[in-house]
């Protein structure tokens, strides 16, 4: 009796494996059949993962028997059960995608650490990103301490190392590249903008010296100024006070762990001359970015010499600001038209390009750069600087900027 229990219990084994290879057989076919299509859109389809309805129908039945008759030990359910899984697919405009593939297409990854951008507690993917780089990231990065470029405000990415400068501020390597670093290097600079302004039938006759200074003298100059209003993270000031500045005589260098050492300052004494004694501006920032900072000082210390009088802040500010985009605006024209003669060159040893005299933005990056600080000049939210600049841009693209300060200095507002 036993036996015959055996036996037909044998029986039934086997044609239940005949039964499985069949299915299987057919369900390869099915595969081998789409698989055309299927690898359009994945390329790594591999035996049969992708099914249709009718497939899975068959292939769930198949199971179902299989169970029933406890013939599969509960790892052979598993290792039957499991293909079935990740047989289920995704869909991404009409074209089916595993589930694996799918996420390695279409989940985004984190710029910053590189992973997949975790689901929130709702199960839905939420990610932050630069309104303007478009650099996506994990909500997270924004209080775990992951340090952002004090220039193009990126954050860094795990697998890059920001330099260190000595007040504690990060700049990206790209920035760096044209990081102007003391004042020596800045003077060229300085050449261009002064050129520029006078170009613009804005020439400052008085010399009024330009000194790079740390953040620390930087503050410290602006206490000691009697008299101007700043934004609380100051980059830039045209000082009116005689007083001493430490200022950078030598670019440092970069030690370990991407640190800047060896930076040589030293005391320069101000002397007033006429109503502005020096410009100074933070050191370590780009050359377009310096360079804009440099044109609104510059503007300043013209408002200042050329007497223009009780100016309302948003006024004044306004006007700068005009200038430091007018100044990028032509940078990068002169860019996009000097690049066309040397861009073989300088596309292939970009890094290699000299930082300072040059004038246009060179790189794709210093290019980005500009715009990128245009941007933030136009959509600053500020009443003094934002508002201050849009009034001041539509005075000048309507009136002119001859016009527009000769109404300035009448009647200390802009033309309407
Ligand atoms: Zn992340
Ligand atoms: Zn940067
Ligand atoms: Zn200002």
């Not at 101007?228 to 260098?253: A, F, M, W």
């Not at 501006?281 to 013209?302: C, K, N």
């Not at 430091?324 to 990068?332: A, F, R, T, Y």
């Given at each position: ?149 004090c ?13 260190t400068l000595d007040d504690g501020r990060k700049l ?41 200074v740390e953040r620390q003298a930087l503050n ?13 993270e100051?980059r ?12 950078i005589?030598?670019?440092p ?6 640190r800047i050492?060896?930076m040589?300052t ?16 933070l050191y370590g ?132």
């Amino acid at each position: 009796m036993s036996n015959l229990h055996g036996l037909s219990r044998r029986a039934l084994i086997l044609s239940l494996l005949l039964i499985k290879m069949l299915l299987l057989r057919m369900f390869q076919q099915r595969v081998s059949q789409q698989g055309s299509h299927i690898s359009m859109s994945c390329p790594q389809v591999d035996s049969g993962l992708v099914l249709d309805a009718e497939s899975q129908l068959v292939m769930g039945v198949f199971l179902v028997v299989w169970m029933k008759f406890g013939i599969l030990s509960a790892s052979n359910v598993m290792l039957a059960i499991s293909p079935y899984q990740s047989m289920r697919f995704a869909m991404h405009e009409d074209q089916p995608y595993h589930k694996s593939c799918y996420k390695d297409f279409f989940h985004p990854k984190c710029d910053v650490c590189k992973n997949f951008i975790p689901t929130n507690k709702n199960g839905l993917i939420e990610y932050r990103a630069h309104p303007f780089w478009m650099q996506k990231y994990c909500p997270s990065h924004e209080d775990d301490g992951t340090p952002r470029c004090c220039s193009c405000e990126r954050m860094e990415p795990t697998d890059i190392k920001y330099i260190t400068l000595d007040d504690g501020r990060k700049l990206c390597l790209e920035c760096l590249t044209s990081a102007t670093m003391d004042s020596p290097e800045c003077q060229h600079l300085y050449m261009d903008i002064q050129e520029f302004f006078e170009g613009l039938n804005m020439k400052v006759e008085q010399q009024v010296p330009l000194l790079l200074v740390e953040r620390q003298a930087l503050n410290e100059a602006l206490e000691a100024e009697k008299s101007g209003h700043h934004l609380p993270e100051t980059r830039g000031l045209c000082l009116s006070e005689e007083q001493i500045v430490r200022t950078i005589l030598k670019r440092p260098t970069i030690g370990p762990g991407n640190r800047i050492m060896d930076m040589i300052t030293g005391p320069y004494k101000l002397v007033r001359r006429c109503e502005v004694t020096a410009i100074l501006i933070l050191y370590g920032l780009p050359r377009l970015q310096t360079g804009s900072i440099l044109a609104h000082e510059m503007m300043h210390a013209y408002l200042r010499l050329k007497g223009y009088r009780s100016l309302s802040p948003q006024v004044e500010e306004g006007i700068c600001q005009v200038l430091s985009h007018l100044w990028l605006e032509s940078e990068i024209i002169a860019g996009a038209s000097g690049n066309a003669a040397s861009s073989s060159a300088s596309s292939s040893s970009s890094s290699a390009a000299p930082t300072s005299s040059k004038k246009g933005a060179k790189t794709e990056f210093e290019k980005k750069l500009g715009a990128f600080i245009k941007n933030q000049i136009e959509t600053d939210s500020s009443v003094e600087y934002g508002d201050g600049f849009r009034a001041g841009i539509q005075a000048v693209e309507q009136y002119g900027l001859r016009s527009t300060l000769d109404h300035m200095r009448l009647t200390g507002s802009f033309p309407y």
